[in-house]
């Protein structure tokens, strides 16, 4: 399970090696986006509500664009 997590962070999430610290820190938020919402479809029973929420809340606590949400979505 770990490895498949890891490889999904990879796959959406690598910095380039060049990356300045913000945006080695923008990459970091997007990763624990992309494990929170993990989280967040492991629950079978979430409602529309619920989701909406956490669509907002990866909105103002990662300041992620919309084109990241939606892929993330």
Same mark, same amino acid.
């Given at each position: 399970?770990?490895?498949?997590? +890891? ?6 999430? =690598?910095? #380039? #090696? ?11 938020? *997007?990763? =624990?986006?992309?494990?929170? $919402? ?5 629950? #079978?029973?979430?409602? $529309? ?5 956490? $669509?907002?809340?990866?909105?103002? +606590?990662?300041? *992620? ?9």
């Amino acid at each position: 399970m770990l490895r498949v997590l +890891k490889n999904l962070i990879d796959a959406v999430v =690598t910095a #380039p #090696p060049e990356a300045s610290p913000a945006e080695e820190a923008h990459f970091l938020r *997007l990763a =624990t986006a992309v494990l929170l $919402v993990e989280v967040m479809r492991a629950e #079978p029973e979430l409602g $529309v509500e619920e989701r909406l929420a956490v $669509v907002a809340a990866l909105r103002r +606590k990662f300041d *992620l664009a919309e084109a990241e949400l939606a892929q993330l979505i």
